[in-house]
């Protein structure tokens, strides 16, 4: 189709420059057709008017000449005596004065009489004397003794002067000069010029360059073509023009130019006027003026075929950009088309697949409920088949559920559920799904946390959860038995701001790895690497295609893949989330000092260091032997620990038995020992208890985890130890006697009775100057304590106390506690100023009375 | 009429004061509460211009209240209190504080009254 338009394109432009070429050329040649036609048309023109006037120029000046002839003539009279002296001398006198070079009496016979001048000789008598004869003027061309030629005037003469010579005319002779100067025939060569010959072609005056006598020799000897005529034709034509008497015109090129001739016949005479005209000069204005239309008309034709070029040029472009485009259209759509075939049959494979993935769950559903069915009885056996029927359909489900994320990704419907969660507990429900798989391959599974400050994060939980949980399982799923998975956290600084936190999640494990050819299509959909070691591991192919659109496109992070196979796979997600604008938990605990044992060195730095960032002074070792020796030496120098963490999985003495070392040293089972574990501790809790262990936490160790951890096992410490301050020195104070100051009545009654239930016996004092005087009235020690009221009437309490100090009585320091509805500052410090041991406000609380009882009773 | 509704008809705070008294003295003691002669006091020192003297008897009626939650007037007898506290000279809206702590009292009394009549029958 290209090939064709262009092939188009290029022959209508030759086709079209070709027509302009023609059709200009045709221009410019009729033209310079036309303009030849013109200045012939122009020349002869020019030519006769010319000639006519050179010829009338000749007939004035020969006229001129002939009536000064005349005039001689007619002092000739009949009477006049031939030869008379006096007549001769009368002529020659009159033609000296009339500048006459000759003058002749001429004879009938043909004879010149001179009278003047040399003897002369008619060239070609036989017109001359017939003219002459006739009565008729003449001119006549002839030579005098010297050759030269001489202009013959002849005026017929009535007169003879000698009858018997029978005189015709009188001649008068006139150089040829005399007529050439005057008609001015030499022009100058850019001009028209002239000569005059007689019939038979010799000159009668003639150019300079003329130098034969003959101009019909000339023409013969100098040219072989005369106007596409031969010389002979030419001269024929001119010879008959002649005799015609009739002008005679043509054009030839003589010498390389061109030439307009005009032939005309003079008066008085046989002579003719031939006039040249060359066209030299009009040549170079009409070639000047042609060559200009030329150029003109190439410039403008040039002009034309350059438009037509551009015009040529851009829909060539056009053509071109529209095929290009056609072009591109048609590749997209095969592309398109390509892309549509593969995903059709990316998704019948993955039907059949799933059909396959299906079924196998679907058969198990079935199979089972069937067994189920037919055992109903049997306890056992139900049970045991409800348990793979609920493992079978969380199976499918999974699969199910995989599908629909998929199709909500290809409708673009997948949103983030943006909110605040905590690292912590996405990482930690992570790690617990994990666990019963990880437990059921033998694998080792370990998370680790590397210097999380920020755990409150705004993000989808869901999605990030199913991130990693499709990273951790496929770890699994493609590790052998025994094989190592290793999770790691890490926090850095993000490019978008102090307000964001980057996080790197990293999976790796040591499992059979990928093809470097199925490592560049892992993040396709229904991907699933068809080699015969992956042909059982089931799936939807669907769970990388998932995990990158939620990294990559929903999370704006990015997800990288480095695997080798048979060596394992790792991949390393970045994401840049918003912190979450949360206060976070001012977690401090007690300046403890804490042992971390962890054969891990950056596990026991990182802790180490989160657990000093909590209040906490924490060592830390890489076995169990080291950390029984720092535990006893501390123990000895009465510094012990307050809580050990322990790793479980150590090299050489595992973590249990650590800690039954430990337990065996120090002889006593008051220091906390928390045994770290990534696992379900389910099956080992049994022996951890014996040996002593108090209990466990779980990784990943996040600060909130180690905080929460042990700020409840420190909480239990430090409440053990309240309880057990209090038995000690909780006193029963049944028995012992209470002066109550109280002046209404009903108070009194409610303390009493409040009291009595205590043990505690009371007495009732109506204000305060009654209190005084009862305790005065009293033995010593008789009270334990006084209950003061301060707003009595009679005397208050503030009074009351500070009469009771002033007394002279061995018990007058005896406790004395205000118990008012008065709470202010002012009040409690007021009611210490005046000597009283402390303060409770009303309503009256029996625990707090009894602990400040207890406290002051002596 | 029980005495979780005596308590809320006088506006009183029964679970409050029933996790520092057994129910048995909490009834014994509002029963008592009719017999009490502070409010009487307090509304005989204010008549005889005896500031001091109602300061004191405002403050018993806060005491007692607060040891048998009687929130409502403890709250305004608490406020009357103040208002009396160190012979205090008298501020606009006093009669309205006084006015207040009648009107809870009678209301008080007129609760413990219906419970009382309710035991009786």
Request: one cysteine or more; charged letters at 25%; a negative charge.
């Amino acid at each position: 189709m290209k090939n064709k338009t262009t092939r188009f394109l290029i022959t209508s432009l030759i086709g079209v420059a070709l027509l302009c070429v023609c059709v200009f050329s045709f221009f410019a040649i009729h033209m310079s057709n036309q303009s030849a036609r013109t200045i012939n048309q122009v020349g002869t023109l020019y030519m006769s008017s010319m000639s006519q006037q050179i010829s009338v120029h000749f007939e004035s000046i020969i006229s001129l000449q002939m009536d000064q002839l005349r005039m001689l003539t007619d002092t000739i009279t009949s009477d006049a005596v031939h030869r008379d002296q006096a007549l001769q001398e009368e002529l020659v006198a009159g033609a000296k004065a009339r500048d006459f070079n000759y003058l002749a009496f001429y004879s009938s016979g043909g004879e010149f009489e001179m009278l003047h001048g040399d003897q002369l000789t008619v060239t070609d008598p036989e017109p001359f004397l017939a003219s002459l004869r006739k009565g008729e003027q003449k001119v006549a061309i002839g030579t005098n003794t010297r050759g030269e030629k001489v202009i013959l005037l002849g005026m017929p003469s009535p007169h003879a002067p000698t009858p018997e010579h029978n005189c015709a005319a009188l001649v008068a002779g006139l150089p040829v000069s005399y007529i050439s100067d005057n008609l001015s025939l030499e022009e100058n060569s850019e001009r028209a010029y002239s000569f005059i010959i007689r019939r038979d072609g010799s000159f009668v005056i003639r150019t300079n360059e003329a130098y034969r006598n003959n101009y019909f020799e000339r023409v013969r000897a100098l040219y072989e073509d005369v106007s596409g005529m031969t010389a002979d034709q030419y001269i024929e034509a001119l010879d008959a023009a002649m005799a015609e008497n009739r002008d005679y015109t043509t054009e030839f090129v003589m010498g390389g130019e061109r030439f307009h001739l005009y032939c005309t016949h003079l008066p008085y005479s046989e002579w003719y006027l031939i006039t040249f005209l060359p066209y030299g000069s009009m040549d170079t204005i009409v070639n000047g003026f042609s060559r200009e239309w030329g150029s003109m008309t190439v410039f403008s034709g040039v002009i034309i075929l350059t438009a037509l070029m551009l015009v040529f040029y851009k829909y060539y472009g056009l053509t071109r950009q529209q095929l290009r485009e056609v072009e591109e259209a048609r590749r997209a759509a095969e592309a398109a088309q390509k892309d549509a075939e593969h995903a059709n049959r990316a998704k019948s494979e993955f039907l059949s697949n799933m059909s396959h993935d299906i079924r196998t769950p679907m058969n198990a559903i079935v199979g089972m409920t069937a067994i189920a069915t037919a055992n109903i009885d049997d306890q056992q056996q139900v049970k045991n088949c409800l348990k793979k029927i609920t493992l079978s359909s969380k199976h499918l489900l999974g699969l199910i559920n995989d599908v629909l994320d998929m199709s909500k990704i290809e409708s673009g419907k997948m949103t983030l559920n943006m909110d605040q969660i905590s690292l912590r507990e996405v990482v930690d429900s992570i790690v617990s799904i994990c666990q019963p798989q990880v437990k059921a391959k033998h694998q080792q599974f370990d998370v680790f946390i590397h210097d999380i400050s920020t755990e409150n994060v705004l993000c989808d939980s869901v999605r990030l959860n199913q991130v990693m949980l499709n990273l951790l399982s496929n770890a699994i799923k493609f590790t052998p038995e025994g094989g190592e998975i290793h999770m790691a956290l890490y926090e850095e600084e993000s490019p978008k701001g102090e307000d964001f936190v980057r996080i790197q999640i990293q999976v790796k494990d040591n499992g059979i790895g990928m093809s470097k050819d199925f490592v560049s299509h892992i993040f396709d959909s229904f991907a699933r690497e068809d080699s015969a070691r992956v042909h059982r591991t089931e799936g939807t192919g669907l769970g990388m295609a998932i995990t990158k659109f939620i990294v990559v496109d929903a999370m704006g992070g990015s997800i990288d893949v480095d695997s080798a196979q048979g060596k394992g796979t790792e991949f390393n997600v970045t994401l840049d989330l918003e912190k979450a604008d949360v206060v976070e938990e001012d977690m401090i605990l007690p300046n403890w000092n804490m042992l971390v044992v962890d054969d891990d060195r950056q596990l026991c730095e990182s802790t180490a260091a989160a657990l000093q960032s909590i209040g906490v002074n924490a060592e830390w070792t890489l076995d169990g032997e080291s950390a029984v020796e720092m535990v006893v030496k501390r123990h000895q120098r009465q510094d012990g620990y307050h809580i050990i963490l322990l790793d479980w999985k150590l090299p050489g003495m595992d973590g249990i038995a650590t800690a039954r070392r430990i337990r065996e040293a120090l002889g006593d089972d008051a220091v906390p020992i928390l045994l770290i574990s990534a696992y379900d501790w389910g099956e080992i809790e049994h022996s951890a208890r014996e040996a002593g262990i108090t209990g466990f936490i779980s990784k990943p160790l996040f600060k909130s985890t180690l905080f929460n951890s042990l700020r409840q096992f420190a909480g239990d410490l430090e409440e053990k130890r309240e309880e057990a301050a209090q038995t000690e020195q909780r006193r029963d104070l049944s028995g012992k006697r209470i002066l109550l100051a109280e002046d209404n009545e009903l108070n009194w009654e409610i303390a009493s009775e409040l009291l009595s239930e205590e043990g505690l016996v009371l007495d009732w004092a109506e204000n305060g100057q009654i209190c005084v005087e009862m305790l005065n009235e009293s033995p010593p020690g008789y009270y334990d304590a006084i209950l003061m009221d301060i707003r009595m009437p009679v005397m208050g309490g503030y009074e009351a106390t500070q009469v009771i100090r002033t007394l002279e009585r061995p018990d007058r320091d005896l406790p004395i506690i205000a118990m008012t509805a008065d709470a202010f500052a002012e009040d409690v410090k007021r009611s210490l100023d005046c000597g009283m041991n402390a303060h409770v406000a009303k309503p009256i609380d029996v625990r707090e009375v009894m602990r400040l009882l207890d406290k002051f009773i002596k | 009429m029980t005495l979780k509704e005596c308590y809320a008809a006088l506006g009183g705070d029964y679970d409050d004061v029933l996790g520092r008294l057994p129910e048995r003295l909490v009834q014994k003691f509002v029963l008592k509460f009719l017999n009490d002669g502070s409010y009487d006091l307090l509304c005989r020192s204010l008549a005889d211009g005896d500031r001091a003297e109602a300061f004191r008897a405002a403050h018993t009626i806060k005491g007692v209240c607060a040891n048998l939650g009687f929130s409502a007037l403890l709250e305004s007898s608490e406020q009357l209190t103040e208002a009396l506290r160190d012979g205090a000279p008298p501020q606009p809206g006093e009669e309205e504080l006084i006015r207040r702590v009648g009107e809870d009292y009678q209301r008080t009394v007129q609760a413990i009254q219906a419970f009382q009549g309710a035991l009786g029958a």
